[in-house]
């Protein structure tokens, strides 16, 4: 079994902490707040040892990967400490806040020579798995152009780190970078140019839209909002047809994946699951990639991390966003 520690203990940690209780390769061992006192709430509920520093959950003998549930804006500090402590590294995205610290914290993975995955949990679904065989087979030929959405209305006086314009909040980094990661998934490719335009709301884009231009006239487009409820699905379309996908980020039991080939009936794939499942899905990519001496995994590699912090860096430029 792989043992966990988890830094930072908001929702998204008990999110996954869930998941490690539905993992059959991964168990919680420790749990690191600035609190104590936090930090015991939630090792009452979720179990494994409390710390009240992120360091001593570094320095436990007894841990063998972190999750790091942290704000943006410290995922690279703790990203370097935990490769230099010998820890496997599950880091929440966006990874960081920009391409350059992004390549600065992994110089690091790489010199310590530990795993490292960025938790975008949905790619470890059974639903993106099935997309991925569906476009590989050629199920709708090449892919030329994909339409994605992830968007949900929050208040503006929500008090939270993600509405903190310095601290690298707003849409694209929270929820637009799943779109940009799953644009680059289905159409193989990195984009060449791309703009963003936003609403700004105190300093971050409060909902906005995204264009990529691929190589040989490929396209992506994407929306993203804090404030508008959107309806969060992904239209792929290729020469030979279309695949729609009702839920890519969280895939419910019941929401379906549909196939559309040209001229043909649709064929429809529903292979949703529990939050509880999902999270234990990622658990179990890390905990079988660390018993396989991998270093990193195909479902969300380094490279792919990589690619993603330039194509956000690209979408930042163009709508002016700097934190």
């Known amino acids: 079994m792989t043992r966990w520690g988890i830094l930072g203990l908001g929702s998204i940690a008990g999110a996954f902490a869930s998941g490690l209780n539905a993992s059959r390769t991964g168990e919680l061992v420790a749990s690191g707040s600035r609190s104590l006192e936090k930090a015991q709430k939630f090792a009452d509920k979720w179990d494994g040892k409390p710390f009240g520093s992120y360091d001593e959950v570094l320095a436990s003998d007894q841990v063998d990967a972190v999750y790091i549930a942290l704000p943006h804006h410290i995922h690279a500090e703790w990203t370097i400490k935990a490769a230099q402590a010998g820890k496997a590294i599950l880091c929440e995205k966006p990874f960081t806040l920009d391409h350059e610290s992004a390549e600065q914290a992994l110089a690091v993975v790489r010199e310590q020579g530990v795993f490292f995955m960025e938790a975008f949990m949905y790619r470890c ?6 997309l991925r065989e569906l476009l590989a087979d050629g199920a709708i030929g090449r892919p030329l152009m994909a339409n994605v959405s992830f968007g949900f209305n929050v208040p503006k006086d929500f008090k939270n780190f993600r509405l903190e314009a310095e601290l690298g909040g707003g849409a694209l980094m929270d929820v637009g970078c799943y779109c940009l990661s799953l644009i680059r998934l289905v159409l193989g490719d990195e984009p060449e140019s ?46 030979k047809g279309m695949i729609l996908v009702e839920n890519p980020w969280f895939g419910r039991p019941g929401d379906k994946l549909t196939l559309i080939r040209n001229g043909e009936d649709p064929e429809e794939f529903s292979l949703g699951c529990t939050g509880e499942e999902l999270y234990a899905y990622e658990a179990d990519v890390v905990g079988d990639s660390l018993a396989g001496g991998l270093l990193d995994s195909d479902q969300m590699s380094i490279e792919d991390t990589l690619g993603n912090m330039r194509a956000i860096d690209m979408m930042k430029a163009s709508a002016g966003l700097e934190f």
């Open 194 to 239: 791309g703009t963003y335009d936003i609403h700004r709301t105190n300093g971050y884009d409060g909902y906005g839209i995204g264009r990529l231009a691929f190589p040989d006239d490929r396209m992506g487009l994407f929306t993203t909002a804090f404030h508008l409820a959107m309806k969060n699905d992904a239209r792929i379309y290729g020469e």
């Open 125 to 130: 679904s059974p639903q993106i798995n099935k």
